[in-house]
């Protein structure tokens, strides 16, 4: 599809999207150097590499970090998502929801093309790739406070419903002096945890010590490929963990 999203990136962060392989690019990383997830669908196996693009594509330095089963790598994250739930949300008290609105996100599609008017749109380009800076950051900060917004915010917010049992919805909390996004769901109301973090999020599916195992083989593997000018240079340090359930996952997202 022309009008498929492929690429999204926000100051020295991106992440592009192909078929059989996702790359991304973090803050502090060599400019010529990526992070990718393969999932080639001729492959029994996902990987984690680390590549520098630079010369062909058979040529480029590139280490495997690990490997795992497609199966098992369902399996797992299955299992998990339950732990996962409990790590990044917490329930928002009856009492804090007393006092407060809530504005259903499907209520703020004018935002949409109100955030048009103000955000830079050479950055949408080819309508595959979306780059957003902190001026685009500014501009949507700009658009919040302008009257007629204020004015349409306070026209989409309703009390929160006593008793919900329709299906999730999520959207905005607002009260005196705060708001945040919020999920609503027949289970209560939930928001995220503020201490959320990388190590938090892979713990629901991983030991502690594969965990530390990934992240010293990924740190020595961007040193390692940042510096060589071929695949063949490196050869001899591409030896990926493999990842498997006998080992490998958490028990507490069993």
Request: charged share 20%; proline share 4%; aromatic share 10%.
């Amino acid at each position: 599809m022309a009008s498929e999203l492929n690429s999204f990136a926000f100051n020295d962060f991106f992440i592009r999207f192909a078929e059989g392989v996702t790359n991304i690019g973090l803050p502090g990383l060599p400019k010529d150097v990526h992070l990718s997830i393969s999932h080639h669908p001729n492959s029994q196996d996902i990987n984690f590499h680390v590549t520098r693009n630079i010369g062909r594509e058979e040529h480029k330095p590139k280490l495997v970090i690990f490997k795992i089963n497609k199966v098992e790598a369902i399996t797992a994250l299955q299992t998990g998502c339950s732990q996962l739930w409990n790590l990044i949300f917490e329930r928002i008290s009856p009492a804090e929801m007393r006092y407060a609105e809530f504005i259903p996100f499907d209520k703020l599609k004018w935002m949409q093309r109100d955030a048009a008017e103000v955000i830079d749109q050479t950055t949408i380009r080819k309508k595959k790739k979306i780059r957003f800076n902190n001026q685009a950051i500014n501009d949507c900060e700009d658009l919040m406070h302008r009257p007629s917004a204020q004015w349409r915010l306070r026209q989409s917010s309703q009390s929160f419903p006593r008793n919900y049992s329709g299906g999730p919805q999520a959207g905005l909390l607002i009260s005196s002096n705060q708001c945040y996004c919020v999920l609503l769901t027949s289970a209560g109301c939930f928001r995220q945890k503020s201490t959320v973090s990388a190590e938090l999020f892979t713990s629901a599916f991983l030991e502690q010590k594969m965990i530390s195992s990934i992240r010293f083989k990924t740190l020595l593997a961007i040193q390692r490929v940042s510096v060589a000018e071929n695949r063949h240079d490196i050869a001899r340090y591409n030896q990926p963990l493999t990842l498997s359930s006998n080992s490998s996952f958490s028990s507490s997202g069993s």
